[in-house]
């Protein structure tokens, strides 16, 4: 029967990767390869959504579409391999590959029982996308279609089963920002893959560095190497447990809950502290209809040497505080 909801509680193996470093002219080259995994895996490609339009279309009408407008002004696409007994990708799929050069971004995602994260295979499209994509960072993990893998890679919290949320360790849902993990090199929590960077593997843990922490004891896990400098550490979901308090406790892993407390404290400061002077009189200056420098002449009348006439420059630096009119 079409459109059953036997795949929704069936689990799916992804491998999600941030930071990336590519182009437009990378896409037209990971479509390629996605394609070429969906054939390896013996299924046919069956829907294809790109930056171009929020919906999806069958694969043979957007793929000519896409070849017909090119590639230019791309920033992403989306490749989904569905069942053959379903039509809705919101019931389960097969396969996807979601790329997101404006977030940098790209998420692929196998139902688990076509191929897990045991296989060789799994193993060589992480390495393909790790040597086409150079990210700075990325997880893997598996997760029932119901509680919406993708977006939980994409840092959104679509569903949780509740015993995530006693997992302090387990904060990828609560939003997961580029500043975290590029800038900072923290982790956004622990998972089966950790895909590390030099910096990431640098971070302090009990007077060492995390990779060395992780080298001297064989129950924090294994490392292996990977293109561009990347370190994959494989852990098991009891090391996921045992360790994630540890490395919060270190600040290896990102406090989403204290960085979302700081932003709602910042908001709230701008919020009730009372505006400058020039933030009062760009309020002012719009309130009167003024829209540009241009338009206003602005007399300083208590100025050490007098009244003097602001320059352009810093009537341009008020202009810059006024709201923007709604």
Known sequence: ????????????????????????????????????????????????????????????????????KGYDDLTGFELISLPADLDDETRGENFSLSVNLRFQQI???????????????????????????????????????????????LGIQYDFPPEEFLKNHHNHGENLEHKHYATRGLLSGLFPWNFLSYKQLQLPVAGKTLKDWILGDPSRGTLSSFPNDIQLWELTEEQIDSLGPILAEAGVIVDFKHERELRWQEIEARRSRAPTAEEALA???????????????????????????????EKKNIFKKQPKKK
């Open 283 to 313: 309020a002012a200056m719009q309130a009167f209809g003024f829209d540009s420098p241009d338009e206003v002449d602005i007399v300083q009348p208590k100025a050490a040497e007098g009244p003097r006439q602001l320059t352009d420059n």
């Open 107 to 153: 998420i692929a995602s196998i139902r688990s029982e076509l191929l897990d994260f045991q296989s060789p295979r799994f193993h060589q499209f992480a390495d393909a996308i790790l040597r086409q994509c150079r990210p700075v960072y990325g997880i893997g993990f598996r997760r029932i279609f119901r509680y919406g893998p993708t977006w939980f890679a």
């Open 1 to 68: 029967m079409k459109n059953s909801d036997k795949y929704l509680d069936e689990p799916a193996s992804v491998i999600a990767f941030y930071g990336l470093h590519m182009t437009t002219a990378d896409l037209k080259v990971l479509l390629k390869q996605g394609i070429a995994w969906i054939q390896d895996l013996n299924l046919s490609p069956s829907l294809l959504g790109t930056s171009r339009s929020s919906k999806y279309k069958p694969y043979q009408k957007g793929i000519r579409d896409l070849e017909s």
